[in-house]
């Protein structure tokens, strides 16, 4: 199962997911930001290799939507409800997706 988590800037919140999940046997993993000048500028391609993208707010579902409409059919895509107040690799941050996420992931738990 291949998973995208994608944030505004790529630098706090969808690398820690990158790094947390990617621990996880069967799974792949990725991240991007949504914003310009983000540390890994989501893409097409990014989109179309996953399985399930994860977005942090709201809003990046929005601007998801807006600029890759075209990539995203057939694509599940969830909100974590996660707001920009973590630090990287943050335990409450951690803890915080592990408890959105691997309920949606099924066998992963």
């Known amino acids: ?4 988590f994608v944030c505004s800037q790529n630098q706090l919140r969808s690398p ?6 990617a ?3 069967g799974l792949e993993v ?8 983000a540390e890994i500028p989501l893409g097409s391609e990014a989109i179309q290799w996953a399985d399930i993208i994860f977005v942090m707010e709201a809003s990046h ?3 998801l939507s807006k600029n890759f409409q ?3 059919k ?5 909100c974590l409800d996660i707001p920009d107040e973590y630090e990287y690799m ?6 915080l997706l592990k408890k959105k996420v691997l309920p949606l992931l099924g066998t992963f738990r």
């Open 1 to 4: 199962m291949r998973l995208l």
């Open 61 to 63: 579902r929005k601007k």
């Open 74 to 78: 057939n694509k599940r895509v969830v």
């Open 30 to 37: 990725d991240s991007a930001g949504i914003n310009r000048g």
């Open 23 to 25: 621990e996880y046997e």
């Open 90 to 95: 943050e335990p409450a941050l951690v803890e």
């Open 70 to 72: 075209p990539w995203l």
């Open 16 to 21: 820690t997911a990158e790094v947390i999940f």
